[in-house]
């Protein structure tokens, strides 16, 4: 998928502002790529076979969108031998758009990827197989024991902790781990968006956009550092933490892979939450003048992020 060119800015999320779209998903996975802390993400490769031992591992994500956290951490070696993989999400049209983004990974890597039903499903590579399962759920709803699966070996948490009451959700969430089993929470926004370069308007813009993230959910706009603090309660232990920051910039007055169509996106998308509130004059000016930068090559982008990974002590109840 390669869209430098398009016109017509797609925001990130739909009118309802409660689904995501996969496009703007698949556009965002490189852009993680690049951003994901290497030192968070070496810790975790050396701690989870320490918690798993010989036995198959056990993965929970919360909010996985259409699945590039799976691709990314088969892609990336993290799994070895049998596994299960149980990829929630609480929006239902995320699991057919997982399914097809997965089938067509699948067929561009040469792993074989079956379906015996519709969103289970079975994925051989040459190091791992492993068992996938799409499932409907909400991160409030997997916190609570009765009727979930598990126990396991990690919970991973990418990009959605700043869209869930972490205080309340993760104590439960972190509870169905295996004793040492582990918490990878990666990419969460920690207050700080810059668009370069400066123009008039962006701090009015930036502040009332941070604004309305605080309004969807008191604290939002600093799920990073308040994580980082959370996880060091007792019956946690914090392995590592590191920045995971978004940086895009034109090379050549051109963007690589998805960046245009990304960057295009996060501008409709900060439009489209500033228009739900109190008229801001200059609005779509600013949105434009943002547009054309994209199209000329001349915009940067900056978004603040924190990867942290946490193990759980066997004591925690
Ligand atoms: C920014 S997207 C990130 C998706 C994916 N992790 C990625 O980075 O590509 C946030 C995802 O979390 C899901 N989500 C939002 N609130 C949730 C909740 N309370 N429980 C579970 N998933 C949630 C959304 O439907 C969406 O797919």
């Avoid at 993965?59 to 990314?72: H, K, P, S, V, Y």
Wanted: contains cysteine.
């Amino acid at each position: 998928m390669h869209r430098e060119n398009c016109n017509k800015a797609q925001a990130a999320v739909d009118k309802t502002g409660k689904s995501f779209a996969p496009d703007y998903l698949a556009a965002k996975k490189t852009i993680d790529d690049r951003a994901l802390n290497h030192h968070v993400w070496e810790t975790l490769c050396q701690a989870l076979p320490q918690t798993t031992g010989n036995e198959p591992v056990n993965i929970l994500e919360i909010g996985a969108g259409i699945g590039t956290m799976l691709e990314r951490i088969v892609d990336w070696g993290l799994l070895t031998n049998a596994s299960t993989y149980v990829a929630t999400d609480s929006d239902p049209g995320q699991l057919g758009a997982a399914r097809k983004y997965l089938s067509q990974w699948a067929g561009r890597r040469g792993h074989a990827l079956s379906w015996p039903e519709e969103h289970r499903g079975r994925l051989s590579t040459s190091r791992a197989d492993i068992s996938v399962a799409l499932d409907l759920a909400r991160a409030e709803e997997l916190a609570d024991k009765s009727g979930s699966p598990g126990p396991f070996h990690l919970v991973i948490a990418h990009a959605v902790l700043d869209l869930v009451d972490f205080p309340a959700v993760l104590p439960r969430l972190l509870s169905r781990l295996t004793k040492n089993g582990l918490g990878y929470f990666t990419c969460n926004f920690d207050g700080e968006t810059v668009f370069l370069p400066e123009c008039e308007g962006d701090a009015e813009i930036i502040r009332r956009y941070h604004a309305s993230m605080e309004a969807r959910l008191a604290g939002a706009s600093h799920t990073g550092r308040r994580l980082l603090t959370f996880l060091q309660r007792p019956g946690l232990e914090l392995l590592a933490a590191g920045s995971s920051d978004w940086v895009i910039h034109p090379r050549s007055h051109r963007y690589v892979t998805d960046e245009a169509f990304f960057l295009h996106a996060i501008i409709e998308t900060v439009e489209r939450e500033l228009k739900k509130n109190r008229r801001l004059p200059g609005l779509a000016a600013w949105a434009r003048l943002r547009h054309r930068q994209v199209e000329t090559g001349e915009l940067s982008f900056l978004a603040r992020h924190l990867d942290l990974l946490v193990r759980r002590h066997p004591c925690l109840s």
